[in-house]
Nanobody, 125 residues
Framework: QVQLVESGGGSVQAGGSLRLSCSAY????????MGWFRQAPGKEREGIAE???????GYADSMKGRFTISQDKAKNTLYLDMNNLKPEDTAMYYC???????????????????WGQGTQVTVSS
């Protein structure tokens, strides 16, 4: 069983930056895919970025440019750096994990079994 715990959310003004963290606890297989998702009120959960155990990254088309996914394998921690934040980025942000040889690149919540509880990001204009 894997537990994921997000942190780093908060309130920020438009144009600001935040770094989200996701710490993984439990048994981590050597091959995995981890991702960041977000969900705004009344909207579906949408994929932002994925990273696999080899460090290969991918971004959903609408998320390219302002978001950067990274990991520290020694700390079992996933990061999401967010820059030039906009009010429309306001959402609950989740990290997710699945034990796969590589990420599918589909940025779909259906690809992941393990989820954190989420961390709220609020961007004011």
């Amino acid at each position: 069983q894997v537990q994921l715990v997000e942190s780093g959310g908060g309130s920020v003004q438009a144009g600001g930056s935040l770094r989200l963290s996701c710490s993984a606890y439990g048994y981590i297989y050597s091959s995995y895919c981890m991702g960041w998702f977000r969900q705004a009120p009344g909207k579906e959960r949408e994929g932002i970025a994925e990273i696999d155990s080899d460090g290969s990254t991918g971004y959903a088309d609408s998320m390219k440019g302002r978001f950067t996914i990274s990991q520290d394998k020694a700390k079992n921690t996933l990061y999401l750096d967010m820059n030039n934040l906009k009010p429309e980025d306001t959402a609950m942000y989740y990290c997710a994990a699945e034990f796969l040889a590589y990420c599918s690149g589909g940025y779909s919540p259906r690809d992941f079994r393990y989820w954190g509880q989420g961390t709220q990001v609020t961007v004011s204009s």
